[in-house]
C-alpha cells in the first residue's frame, strides 16, 4: 500500500509529514488528552453563548420592505408569527459572480449546509435569505439547487443598514409584539459555523432554550431532549411524547453516568 508520504513524492509534492503510527492503547491516550482541551473549549463556547443572550438589544425604527412569492412584506411580516428570527444576507444579483445561474459561491456553500428549517421554527425561530435578485430569478435559483429556504427580494436599505451591503452576514432580530430589535450580528468567517440547528439558536437571544442554559430569569426553557421531533412531525403546542420522554430520558442518565467515570 503507497503511504501518503510516497504519494506525496510520487506527485511532485514535497513529502507530508505525517503523524507517528502508535498502538491503539497509545491512541486512546492521546484522544483523552485532546478531549479534555475540546471539553473546555465546549464549556467556553456555552459560556459566550449565555454572554451573548445578555447582549443590548437595539430597536429597528424604519420600515423596511421586501418582495416575497406573494408579493410585498415588511421585516415583522418576515418574522412569520414566530418570535426570533435570522436574516442571512447572500449575494445573488447582477454583477455577482455566477450570476444569472448562480448564486455567490460562498453564500452557495452556507445555503448547501442549512439544517430542515422545521427545526428552528419548533424554537419560535425563523431563518431567511435576502437578496437583491427578483422572486423570479430566486424561485428558479431555488429549484436548480433544491434549496426550500424562505428567500426574499432587498428593496431599500436594509443590507446598507444592517452591515451587509458588501458583504455577508447574519442578522438576528427578536420581537416584541410588533416592536422588532436587532440583538445579534455575525458575519466573515463567524459565517462559516453556521447551518447547523445549534449554531444557529446559539446566536439568537432565547438560545436553544433548554433548563440546562445559563439564561437570564424568565426566559423560555424546556428539558433538553424532550422538545426534538422528525422535521415532519412537529406540531403546534403538541403534548409530551411519553415514550420518546422515556428514551431520551435513560440515553441522558448512561451519559452523565459514563461522564462522570471519567
Given at each position: 500500500?503507497t503511504?501518503?508520504?510516497?504519494?506525496?513524492?510520487?506527485?511532485?509534492?514535497?513529502?507530508?509529514h505525517?503523524?507517528?503510527?502508535?498502538?491503539?492503547?497509545?491512541w486512546?491516550?492521546?484522544?483523552?488528552?485532546?478531549?479534555?482541551?475540546?471539553?473546555?473549549?465546549?464549556r467556553?463556547?456555552?459560556?459566550?453563548?449565555?454572554?451573548?443572550r445578555?447582549?443590548?438589544?437595539m430597536?429597528?425604527?424604519?420600515?423596511?420592505?421586501?418582495?416575497?412569492?406573494?408579493?410585498?412584506?415588511s421585516?415583522?411580516?418576515?418574522?412569520?408569527?414566530?418570535?426570533?428570527?435570522?436574516?442571512?444576507?447572500?449575494?445573488?444579483?447582477?454583477?455577482?459572480?455566477?450570476?444569472?445561474?448562480?448564486?455567490?459561491?460562498?453564500?452557495?456553500?452556507?445555503?448547501?449546509?442549512?439544517a430542515?428549517?422545521?427545526?428552528?421554527?419548533?424554537?419560535?425561530?425563523?431563518?431567511?435569505?435576502?437578496s437583491?435578485?427578483?422572486?423570479?430569478?430566486?424561485?428558479?435559483?431555488?429549484a436548480?439547487?433544491?434549496?426550500?429556504?424562505?428567500?426574499?427580494?432587498?428593496?431599500?436599505?436594509f443590507?446598507?443598514?444592517?452591515?451587509?451591503?458588501?458583504?455577508?452576514?447574519?442578522?438576528?432580530?427578536?420581537?416584541?409584539?410588533?416592536?422588532v430589535?436587532?440583538?445579534?450580528?455575525?458575519?466573515?468567517?463567524?459565517d462559516?459555523?453556521m447551518?447547523?440547528?445549534?449554531?444557529y439558536?446559539?446566536i439568537?437571544?432565547?438560545?436553544?432554550?433548554?433548563?440546562?442554559?445559563?439564561?437570564?430569569?424568565?426566559?423560555?426553557?424546556?428539558?433538553?431532549?424532550?422538545?426534538?421531533?422528525w422535521?415532519?412531525?412537529y406540531?403546534?403546542?403538541p403534548?409530551?411524547?411519553?415514550?420518546?420522554?422515556?428514551?431520551?430520558?435513560?440515553?441522558?442518565a448512561?451519559?452523565?453516568?459514563?461522564n462522570?467515570?471519567?
Amino acid at each position: 500500500m503507497t503511504s501518503a508520504a510516497e504519494s506525496g513524492r510520487k506527485s511532485g509534492q514535497t513529502a507530508m509529514h505525517t503523524p507517528p503510527v502508535v498502538s491503539p492503547q497509545e491512541w486512546e491516550a492521546a484522544h483523552e488528552q485532546l478531549l479534555v482541551k475540546e471539553k473546555a473549549q465546549t464549556r467556553a463556547r456555552d459560556a459566550l453563548a449565555a454572554e451573548r443572550r445578555r447582549m443590548p438589544w437595539m430597536a429597528v425604527e424604519k420600515n423596511y420592505a421586501f418582495e416575497g412569492p406573494d408579493g410585498k412584506v415588511s421585516l415583522l411580516d418576515l418574522f412569520d408569527g414566530r418570535r426570533q428570527m435570522i436574516v442571512y444576507r447572500a449575494f445573488f444579483e447582477p454583477g455577482v459572480f455566477g450570476w444569472p445561474d448562480h448564486a455567490c459561491r460562498g453564500c452557495s456553500m452556507v445555503a448547501d449546509q442549512v439544517a430542515h428549517v422545521a427545526h428552528l421554527n419548533a424554537r419560535d425561530t425563523t431563518l431567511v435569505f435576502v437578496s437583491r435578485a427578483p422572486q423570479a430569478d430566486i424561485a428558479r435559483l431555488k429549484a436548480r439547487m433544491g434549496w426550500e429556504i424562505p428567500w426574499f427580494t432587498l428593496t431599500d436599505s436594509f443590507d446598507a443598514d444592517f452591515g451587509v451591503d458588501e458583504w455577508h452576514g447574519h442578522n438576528v432580530f427578536i420581537r416584541d409584539g410588533d416592536r422588532v430589535f436587532r440583538t445579534y450580528f455575525i458575519n466573515n468567517r463567524g459565517d462559516e459555523q453556521m447551518g447547523g440547528t445549534w449554531n444557529y439558536l446559539d446566536i439568537t437571544p432565547l438560545g436553544r432554550q433548554e433548563a440546562w442554559e445559563d439564561s437570564p430569569e424568565g426566559y423560555p426553557q424546556t428539558p433538553a431532549y424532550k422538545w426534538w421531533n422528525w422535521h415532519d412531525s412537529y406540531a403546534a403546542d403538541p403534548a409530551a411524547d411519553k415514550k420518546w420522554a422515556e428514551v431520551s430520558e435513560a440515553g441522558e442518565a448512561a451519559f452523565r453516568e459514563a461522564n462522570t467515570k471519567q
